[in-house]
């Protein structure tokens, strides 16, 4: 595997096919992977070896989203969750640089390096506050910022959590095992939590955060966030007429998509949270070799780790068609979930899982999710076993 600083080999306007192995690669189609994230990686990794695969990533490692709710109390988990890209493909190349735009031949980098490709793939993902995604392309600004908010919350006495998605759930979750101490309460504008899920999920998680004395808002609104994109002290006028002061206020209102690249493309549409709409074989725009997945796709499925998996092995086999011979409209649609299962751990112990045919409790979350948040099995996938 090649692990490649562009800027280091090309001048501006060069024009490069980066492969591995010159002499096969010549018969081989190229794929050209923007973004490292879970479909990203994942995608590169199972095509590598049937075609010359490059992933274009700006970070130098992995960050496993999971685990940076369980960093924000436990920064030990940071060395374990941040991963690097350096072994994850045995003759591929992961670039080290940030796509600018796309075209039909291929991807231009911001340094103007040329990347020639067959077809290319938009796993861009979504953006979210700080500590659960970084800010920046720098993964050392990115462990300062968590630890500085670590320490923010180990002096709060009062913590506020503004959203209760997946992410504010459990961060309330992980304070209220680690840190018992600390007075926490959950903010959401909807009337419950997870009312699109069955009943029995949102009831029973709602059960096991007031056990620990989380309180919990429903059906009101921050009007006065001071902050999107980090935490903050403060006091919060919330759309019910309460105030709230805490001496530090999680503002995680939910992610949105990570799609300006693909804005200038012909023929996209933005849907909910800055997602691009796709085609049944996801793609965004007019360009038949262009696809679009993970997050940034408006393609059916949530913005969930889960969600978004059914999309990798669909992507698998649908360019490996491609790489046959075949149009995209010669192979089968992607049928995204009907309802996919929905992991909430409460800390390493406890939380509530929707699996489809039933919701899960205490024992089966800890066993699939909540012990281990998925780190080992992201670490094995990028070979640092």
């Given amino acids: 595997m090649v692990f490649i600083s562009p800027s280091s080999t090309c001048g501006q306007g060069h024009e490069i096919a ?3 192995d ?3 690669s010549r018969m081989k189609k190229r794929i050209i992977i923007v ?3 879970y479909v990203g990686l994942q995608l590169a ?3 590598n070896g049937k075609a010359d695969v490059t992933l274009i990533e700006p970070r130098s490692h992995f960050v496993h989203a999971p685990a940076m709710i369980r960093a924000v109390v436990d920064p ?8 690097p890209y350096d072994d994850l493909l045995k003759t591929g190349q992961v670039l080290r640089a940030r796509a600018k735009s796309i075209s039909a031949t291929g991807v231009t980098l911001e340094d103007g390096t040329d990347v020639l490709g067959d077809f290319i793939v938009v796993a861009t993902g979504s953006d979210n506050a700080m500590p659960f995604k970084p800010a920046t392309d720098s993964i050392e600004a990115f462990r300062a910022g968590s630890a500085r908010i670590h320490a923010m919350l180990q002096a709060a006495q009062s913590v506020a959590i503004v959203g209760a998605g997946a992410v504010g759930t459990e961060l309330a979750g992980e304070i209220a095992h680690f840190m018992p101490g600390k007075k926490v309460t959950l903010i959401s504008s909807e009337p419950s ?3 699109t899920m069955p009943s029995k999920l949102g009831k029973g998680l709602q059960g096991k955060l007031s056990d620990p004395g989380v309180s919990m808002i429903f059906g009101a609104r921050a009007e006065n966030l001071e902050s999107m994109t980090e935490p903050y002290a403060g006091e919060l006028q919330l759309s019910n007429g309460d105030r709230i002061a805490a001496d530090l206020i999680f503002p995680v209102i939910g992610s949105r998509a990570a799609s300006s690249i ?3 493309l012909p023929g996209i549409t933005k849907g909910a949270a800055n997602r691009v709409q796709t085609d049944p074989w996801l793609r965004p725009s007019d360009l038949p070799n262009v696809f679009a997945a993970g997050d940034v796709a408006e393609a059916g ?3 969930t780790i889960v969600a978004v998996s059914r999309q990798t092995p669909w992507l698998e086999k649908m360019l490996t068609s491609l790489i046959n011979g075949k149009k995209s409209e010669d192979t089968a649609k992607y049928k995204p979930w009907s309802k996919a299962p929905f992991l909430v751990p409460l800390g390493p112990r406890k939380g509530n899982s929707y699996l489809v045919m039933f919701t899960a409790g205490d024992t089966i979350t800890r066993l699939m999710k909540g012990k281990d948040l998925f780190v080992s099995k992201y670490r094995k996938m990028l070979n640092q076993t």
């Fill in 301 to 303: 499925d949530a913005m």
């Fill in 22 to 24: 010159t002499r096969t």
């Fill in 76 to 83: 030990q988990v940071l060395d374990r969750a941040l991963i």
């Fill in 45 to 47: 990794k199972a095509l």
């Fill in 35 to 37: 973004g490292g994230g």
């Fill in 193 to 195: 939590l997870f009312p």
């Fill in 262 to 264: 693909l804005e200038t």
């Fill in 18 to 20: 980066i492969t591995s």
